[in-house]
Nanobody
Framework: QVQLIESGGGLVQAGESLRLSCSAS????????MGWFRQAPGKEREYVAG??????YYSDSVKGRFTISRDNAKNTVYLQMNSLKPEDTAVYYC????????????WGQGTQVTVSS
Protein backbone atom coordinates (compact mmCIF):
# COMPACT_ATOMS: atom_id res chain seq x y z
CA GLN A 1 0.00 0.00 0.00
CA VAL A 2 1.43 3.33 -1.06
CA GLN A 3 1.36 6.20 1.39
CA LEU A 4 2.33 9.79 0.69
CA ILE A 5 2.54 11.92 3.80
CA GLU A 6 2.70 15.69 3.47
CA SER A 7 3.77 18.10 6.18
CA GLY A 8 4.80 21.70 6.57
CA GLY A 9 1.59 23.58 5.87
CA GLY A 10 0.36 26.40 8.06
CA LEU A 11 -0.72 30.00 8.34
CA VAL A 12 1.70 32.69 7.22
CA GLN A 13 1.56 36.31 6.18
CA ALA A 14 2.01 37.50 2.63
CA GLY A 15 5.67 37.64 1.67
CA GLU A 16 6.72 34.88 4.02
CA SER A 17 7.94 31.38 3.15
CA LEU A 18 7.01 27.78 3.85
CA ARG A 19 8.54 24.46 2.93
CA LEU A 20 6.33 21.48 2.34
CA SER A 21 7.62 17.93 2.60
CA CYS A 22 6.25 14.70 1.20
CA SER A 23 7.57 11.30 2.16
CA ALA A 24 6.62 8.11 0.33
CA SER A 25 6.31 4.70 1.92
CA UNK A 26 5.04 1.30 0.93
CA UNK A 27 6.69 1.44 -2.44
CA UNK A 28 9.96 2.76 -3.70
CA UNK A 29 9.29 5.69 -6.00
CA UNK A 30 11.85 7.58 -7.86
CA UNK A 31 11.42 10.99 -6.27
CA UNK A 32 11.51 12.60 -9.69
CA UNK A 33 8.12 10.96 -10.29
CA MET A 34 6.57 12.90 -7.42
CA GLY A 35 4.98 16.29 -7.79
CA TRP A 36 2.80 18.90 -6.12
CA PHE A 37 -0.76 20.01 -6.79
CA ARG A 38 -3.03 22.44 -4.99
CA GLN A 39 -6.74 23.11 -4.79
CA ALA A 40 -8.31 26.29 -3.54
CA PRO A 41 -11.97 26.46 -2.47
CA GLY A 42 -14.25 26.58 -5.47
CA LYS A 43 -11.40 26.04 -7.92
CA GLU A 44 -10.09 23.11 -9.89
CA ARG A 45 -7.00 21.28 -8.83
CA GLU A 46 -3.87 22.89 -10.22
CA TYR A 47 -0.59 21.19 -11.08
CA VAL A 48 1.96 23.34 -9.32
CA ALA A 49 5.36 21.70 -9.72
CA GLY A 50 6.97 18.47 -10.79
CA UNK A 51 9.73 16.82 -12.73
CA UNK A 52 9.26 16.30 -16.43
CA UNK A 53 11.52 14.92 -19.08
CA UNK A 54 14.58 17.12 -19.20
CA UNK A 55 13.70 19.48 -16.42
CA UNK A 56 11.04 20.86 -14.13
CA TYR A 57 7.52 22.07 -14.57
CA TYR A 58 6.15 25.03 -12.64
CA SER A 59 2.77 26.62 -13.16
CA ASP A 60 2.91 30.22 -14.30
CA SER A 61 1.34 31.31 -11.03
CA VAL A 62 4.29 30.04 -8.96
CA LYS A 63 7.21 30.26 -11.37
CA GLY A 64 10.12 32.11 -9.80
CA ARG A 65 8.73 31.75 -6.27
CA PHE A 66 8.39 27.99 -5.70
CA THR A 67 11.10 25.36 -6.03
CA ILE A 68 10.73 21.59 -6.02
CA SER A 69 13.61 19.51 -4.72
CA ARG A 70 14.16 15.98 -3.51
CA ASP A 71 16.18 13.82 -1.18
CA ASN A 72 16.46 10.39 -2.75
CA ALA A 73 17.97 8.85 0.37
CA LYS A 74 14.88 9.85 2.34
CA ASN A 75 12.43 9.19 -0.49
CA THR A 76 11.16 12.70 0.12
CA VAL A 77 10.24 15.58 -2.12
CA TYR A 78 10.00 19.20 -0.99
CA LEU A 79 8.26 22.33 -2.18
CA GLN A 80 9.96 25.53 -1.09
CA MET A 81 7.46 28.36 -1.33
CA ASN A 82 8.79 31.91 -1.14
CA SER A 83 7.10 35.30 -1.44
CA LEU A 84 3.76 33.75 -0.64
CA LYS A 85 0.62 35.54 -1.73
CA PRO A 86 -2.97 35.28 -0.46
CA GLU A 87 -3.87 33.61 -3.76
CA ASP A 88 -1.53 30.75 -2.85
CA THR A 89 -3.99 29.74 -0.14
CA ALA A 90 -5.06 26.17 -0.88
CA VAL A 91 -4.77 22.57 0.17
CA TYR A 92 -1.51 21.27 -1.24
CA TYR A 93 -1.25 17.66 -2.32
CA CYS A 94 1.73 15.49 -3.04
CA UNK A 95 1.29 12.97 -5.83
CA UNK A 96 3.30 10.19 -7.43
CA UNK A 97 3.21 8.34 -10.70
CA UNK A 98 4.76 5.22 -12.13
CA UNK A 99 6.48 6.86 -15.04
CA UNK A 100 6.73 10.19 -16.82
CA UNK A 101 4.28 8.96 -19.43
CA UNK A 102 1.53 8.12 -16.96
CA UNK A 103 -0.81 10.27 -14.94
CA UNK A 104 -0.32 10.84 -11.25
CA UNK A 105 -1.93 7.88 -9.52
CA UNK A 106 -1.08 8.11 -5.84
CA TRP A 107 -2.09 11.03 -3.64
CA GLY A 108 -1.38 12.30 -0.18
CA GLN A 109 -4.03 13.56 2.21
CA GLY A 110 -3.15 17.20 1.66
CA THR A 111 -1.82 19.96 3.84
CA GLN A 112 -3.45 23.36 4.26
CA VAL A 113 -1.53 26.50 3.38
CA THR A 114 -3.17 29.79 4.32
CA VAL A 115 -1.60 33.12 3.43
CA SER A 116 -3.04 36.20 5.06
CA SER A 117 -2.75 39.67 3.57
Amino acid sequence: QVQLIESGGGLVQAGESLRLSCSASGRTFSTDLMGWFRQAPGKEREYVAGNVWGGYYYSDSVKGRFTISRDNAKNTVYLQMNSLKPEDTAVYYCAARISFTESYKYWGQGTQVTVSS
